[in-house]
């Protein structure tokens, strides 16, 4: 088990005067998610304010699929100087258990800075009959089989919240997957599945549509923005009760020079007005927590989630 120091700090040896110069021609931050969303609006916002205090455009790429799989594997495959960075979220340590090889190990990245916490909202189309959590369950029960759920692939938070729901309710029914939350909502739009669970930014939009209800949120308490919508853990199901974060990262190889350039530059863009305006906007808290504290929570996420695996019986695909 690597320990957070071992996270933190790059080989000694690599860690040269590289970071003196750096950087001396455009960034990317790859995004393994679809455009639009508010991981990728969030993404160009700290890109652009991020770049202006390394003095240097930073791109922003978006590469989904695979549940995230897809945008993490480039940036494990790119070179370890800092010019390519990567947008995660929980799934960057869900998928280690829930996917037989997702191709990389949490090791393989280390922390650049924080974005922001976020919560999941259960969503449901208003075309179906049910206002209420336990009305949704008792309808579910009614119709075995018959109702499916949406997720964005097997190791993210889209599938494990909905998975531990059905475990714990016993339900019985199917997932099926889409390649971002703006293709999972329309689904459940049109009813072509029955819920989705959407992050708290993408509900936050949704207050006032006609064609969507939020039944409950996965946070520990009711959200500011969200007050209307109560808590799984209130409603008797607190094994639901789970947040993600967002975050940016760089290959763990990548020299310290370079890392700690990167951190200052991102560390400071975080604290700009624009960017608190810009997690407000879109329904984020700021994170909760600091860097260094970070890679360990890392660490105990994924042993919890191994553990997590075997209790709900989910073997990895």
């Known amino acids: 088990m690597l320990t957070a120091l071992s996270w933190l700090l790059p080989p000694l040896s690599r860690a040269t005067a590289q970071g003196a110069a750096f950087p001396t021609r455009p960034l990317r931050i790859v995004v393994p998610y679809p455009p639009g969303a508010s991981t990728d609006l969030i993404s160009r ?74 919560a999941y909202v259960m969503l449901v189309p208003s075309s179906l009959p049910v206002k209420t959590l336990s009305e949704f369950i008792a309808y579910a029960k009614a119709h075995p089989g018959k109702l499916n759920y949406g997720t964005l692939g097997r190791g993210t938070r889209t599938f494990v919240l909905p998975y531990r729901l059905g475990v714990a309710a016993g339900l019985d029914w199917t997932e099926i997957s889409y390649k971002g939350t703006a293709e999972a909502a329309q689904a459940v739009m049109s009813g072509d599945i029955q819920t989705y669970f959407s992050t708290q930014a993408y509900a936050s939009t949704q207050l006032e549509s006609d064609r969507l209800r939020l039944l409950a949120i996965t946070s520990e308490k009711r959200v500011d923005f969200l007050p209307n919508v ?64 970070f890679p360990a929570k890392l660490e105990a996420e994924l042993q919890h989630f191994i553990a997590e695996a075997k209790q709900l019986g989910l073997e990895p695909q």
Do not use: C
Request: proline share 7%; net charge neutral.
């Open 45 to 118: 916002a700290v890109a652009e304010e991020a770049g202006k205090r390394l003095g240097q455009t930073i791109i922003v790429e978006n590469r989904p699929g695979g549940g995230t799989v897809v945008g993490t594997q480039a940036v494990k495959n790119a070179p370890a100087d800092g010019y390519t960075l990567m947008f995660q979220a929980a799934s960057l340590v869900s998928n280690t258990y829930t996917l037989k090889n997702p191709g990389y190990k949490l090791s393989d990245f280390t922390p650049v800075t924080m974005l922001s916490d976020a």
């Open 230 to 293: 109560p808590t799984f853990k209130e409603l008797g199901y607190p094994q639901v009760t789970d947040h993600s974060w967002y975050a940016l990262f760089a290959r763990s190889e990548t020299p310290k020079p370079i890392l700690d350039t990167l951190r200052a530059a991102f560390a400071d863009a975080m604290k700009s007005a624009a960017m608190q305006t810009q997690l407000r906007n879109n329904g984020l808290s700021p994170y909760d927590g600091t860097l260094e504290a």
